[in-house]
């Protein structure tokens, strides 16, 4: 349990901050909500209180003799605000204190968490983008907003990432600390595939796996709250994409291969998470195969493409390329003996190496995994949220990466 301020400034999204008080209690966080004025022109203090358990003010003249924005700022754990407006930001970069949101952010020593949402001629006016390179600078951090349907019907950068992504990351932070989230990926572009591919045998059956792809989806939000211009290339994964990705959906192993070599070129990161199906039927069925009274034939199958090695046959200098490795032991070595030969055999960079079982790994929401160099480092990453796991392996990654300025392409 943590102690969140969840600060709530006034635009038109300030409605998804009832949800994301609902997810960050929930989770069990002691959550004090501090709205700004103008955030109660649209939303009732009474939803924030009667969801928060606590009594709610907007001015440090409320409740003098508590000095509320002191002790608020002193026992925090992080302070989130969502939304925060371009008002907000511009007020917290001159260190404002003129309500009791702005006086606790002065007051707190904790990490800040910023989910901006504007129109985004706000968002892209240059006064904003000063803002917030220099709330970055100080350490305060903000995350890019989504590229969406705004409050009309036009759409564009700056909605307000959903509650549940703010809540994930947010989470990230109070686990891990503020660097899970700095801003190392701006200007980076990286290229994630995620889920397991299926392999039609006929127009109703295919070979698939049991990979859910919340791992790269985990993987994607993260990189993108890091400031990174992210794909995401699913194949068959349900959840919605992370607001800051673009995705494509594709299905096949060599539907696949066809986009990530495409995307690769100009990818500073390139990470494997998906499931590739490394056997397909030979012959597709263009009928539904039916049962029969004799015994069926078996299947013929052909071998798939392996993706991650024609990515390593292409890459550009200074590109990062990570595999991952679902494993398990045997006589003939441990899971991360299977893990360091595969690393080898595959020349990538970065190899994820998995213990497999029943209870482990595949669609669930936490992981537990060994992160492996081929320049000899190696991370173990305890069991914990997918998000923490994705987070050390772009802090590995993007240590790699060759200064920007000396991008050699
Ligand atoms: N991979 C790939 N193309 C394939 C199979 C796997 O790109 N046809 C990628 C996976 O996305 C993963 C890595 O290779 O990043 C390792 O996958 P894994 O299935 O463990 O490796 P294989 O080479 O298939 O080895 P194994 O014999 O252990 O299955």
């Known amino acids: 349990m943590a102690r969140v301020v969840l600060g709530v400034a006034g635009g038109i999204a300030a409605y998804k901050s009832v949800f994301l008080l609902r997810l960050l209690t929930e989770a069990g966080h002691d959550v004090r909500v501090l709205p700004t004025a103008s955030a109660l022109r649209f939303v009732g203090a009474a939803t924030f209180e009667a969801l928060s358990h606590s009594p ?53 020593r904790c990490p800040v968490l ?22 970055r600078e100080r350490g305060v951090l903000v995350i890019p907003p989504a590229h969406g349907r705004l409050t009309g019907a036009d759409t564009g950068p700056g909605r307000l990432l959903e509650p549940e992504e703010i809540a994930d990351l947010a989470e990230l932070v109070l686990r891990a600390g503020p660097g899970a989230l700095r801003p190392d990926l701006l200007g980076r572009r990286v290229l994630i595939s995620a889920g397991g591919t299926r392999e039609p045998v ?65 990818a500073d990161i ?14 597709v069925s263009d009928g539904k195969i039916k049962k029969g009274s004799s015994d069926p034939e078996p299947v013929a199958l052909t071998r798939n493409p392996d993706i991650l090695r024609e990515l390593v046959a292409d890459r550009h200098p200074g590109q990062v390329i990570v595999g991952f490795a679902a ?19 595959k020349s990538v960079d970065l190899l994820v190496v998995n213990e497999v079982g029943a209870e482990i790994a595949f669609d669930r929401p936490d992981n537990a995994a060994t992160i492996l160099s081929a320049d000899g480092e190696q991370a173990i990453v305890a069991r914990g949220p997918k998000a923490l796991l994705a987070a050390r392996l772009l802090d590995m990654a993007s240590a790699r990466l060759p200064d920007q300025g000396s991008d050699p392409r």
């Open 327 to 345: 494993e398990t032991g045997d006589a003939n070595g441990t899971v991360l003996d299977h893990g360091a030969a595969k690393l080898a055999a």
């Open 270 to 283: 390139v990470v494997m998470a998906a499931a590739v199906a490394d056997f397909r039927p030979t012959v």
């Open 56 to 108: 709610i003010s907007t001015e440090v003249f409320d409740d003098v003799d508590q000095v509320a924005h002191v002790r608020i700022g002193q026992e925090a754990d992080l302070i989130l605000v969502a939304p925060a407006t371009a008002d907000l930001l511009a007020r917290t970069v001159h260190g404002r204190a003129d309500d009791l949101l702005a006086a606790t952010m002065l007051v707190a």
């Open 202 to 266: 006929d127009p109703v059956r295919f070979l698939g796996n049991r990979s859910s792809g919340k791992q790269g989806l985990a993987l994607a939000r993260v990189a993108a709250a890091r400031g990174a211009e992210v794909t995401l290339v699913t194949a068959n994964v349900d959840a919605p994409a992370p607001a800051g990705a673009r995705r494509i959906a594709v299905s096949t192993a060599e539907q696949l291969r066809v986009e990530m070599l495409r995307e690769a070129k100009r």
């Open 114 to 135: 910023l989910a901006p949402a504007m129109h985004t001629e706000m968002w892209e006016h240059p006064a904003t983008v000063a803002n917030v390179a220099s709330l």
